[in-house]
């Protein structure tokens, strides 16, 4: 499970960057999305991605019911706030909420581009998916835009706080973890966390207000 969500973690700051380009230019982010799209490299990763996400969810089942069995009934007087934190707590339903997400998001997105019907445009002589149209549609259309992107800023929250306690974890379980290592990994656990939800909040974000 620490190998999958370690390989989740990599597969998010790819897809945060690429992503960024929509801030650019409609042009950027098409050159960008038809890259990702046309990669060799790209290509071999993708059916890893679905394998790692898949891995990560039947696992996180797995534990959480030996857990939920092991303990059927609750502790009477351990507060539990002093040894562990919320997000830690609640990883389960953390990630339940991004997976309704992922489950929205490929079907908004990634079934669009590789099944539906796309608009294209010719960029230095080479014809792409508009994918800038269909992300930028979706933040804007109307009401359902103010949906699409309310569902999915609460969503990059519950992933920002699922992600503050998964760098660091995912480290100990390998067992690259120490007492000085534990309060470095916390650290850049953070700040990953907090540059990941807020790099996917602005974009929606930027689309409502400019
Ligand atoms: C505002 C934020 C986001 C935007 C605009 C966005 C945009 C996109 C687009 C356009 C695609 C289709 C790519 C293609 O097939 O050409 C895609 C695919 C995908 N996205 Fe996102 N995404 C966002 C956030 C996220 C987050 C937070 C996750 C994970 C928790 C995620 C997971 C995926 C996955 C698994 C795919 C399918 C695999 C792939 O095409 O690489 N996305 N996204």
């Known amino acids: 499970m620490?190998?999958?969500?370690l390989f989740l973690i990599v597969f998010l700051a790819?897809?945060?960057?690429?992503?960024?380009?929509?801030?650019?230019?409609?042009?950027?982010?098409n050159i960008s999305a038809h890259?990702?799209?046309?990669?060799?490299?790209?290509?071999?990763?993708?059916?890893?991605?679905?394998?790692?996400?898949?891995?990560h969810i039947i696992y996180s089942f797995i534990i959480q019911l030996q857990n939920w069995k092991s303990?059927?009934?609750?502790?009477?007087?351990?507060?539990?706030?002093?040894?562990?934190?919320?997000?830690?707590?609640?990883?389960?339903?953390?990630?339940?909420?991004?997976?309704?997400?992922l489950t929205i998001h490929v079907i908004n997105f990634f079934w669009v581009v590789k099944f539906g019907h796309m608009e294209h445009v010719i960029i230095d002589g080479v014809k792409m998916e508009d994918s800038y149209t269909l992300v930028v549609s979706l933040f804007?259309?109307?009401v359902l835009g103010y949906v699409y992107s309310s569902i999915y800023i609460i969503s990059f929250i519950a992933l920002g706080l699922h992600l503050h306690h998964a760098l660091w974890s995912?480290?100990?379980?390998?067992?690259?973890?120490?007492?000085?290592?534990?309060?470095?990994?916390t650290v850049v656990g953070d700040i990953y966390a907090i540059?990941?939800?807020?790099?996917?909040?602005i974009i929606p974000l930027y689309f409502l207000l400019f």
């Open 2 to 5: 620490s190998v999958s969500g």
């Open 14 to 29: 790819v897809h945060l960057v690429a992503n960024i380009f929509l801030l650019v230019s409609p042009d950027a982010f």
């Open 35 to 55: 890259f990702m799209g046309t990669n060799p490299i790209i290509q071999i990763m993708q059916p890893l991605l679905g394998a790692g996400f898949l891995l």
């Open 71 to 101: 303990r059927p009934v609750k502790y009477n007087k351990v507060d539990q706030k002093e040894s562990s934190t919320w997000a830690s707590r609640n990883m389960i339903w953390l990630g339940l909420v991004v997976f309704g997400f």
């Open 140 to 142: 804007t259309d109307g």
């Open 170 to 185: 995912a480290f100990q379980t390998i067992g690259f973890s120490n007492d000085a290592w534990r309060k470095r990994l």
């Open 195 to 201: 540059v990941i939800a807020a790099g996917f909040t």
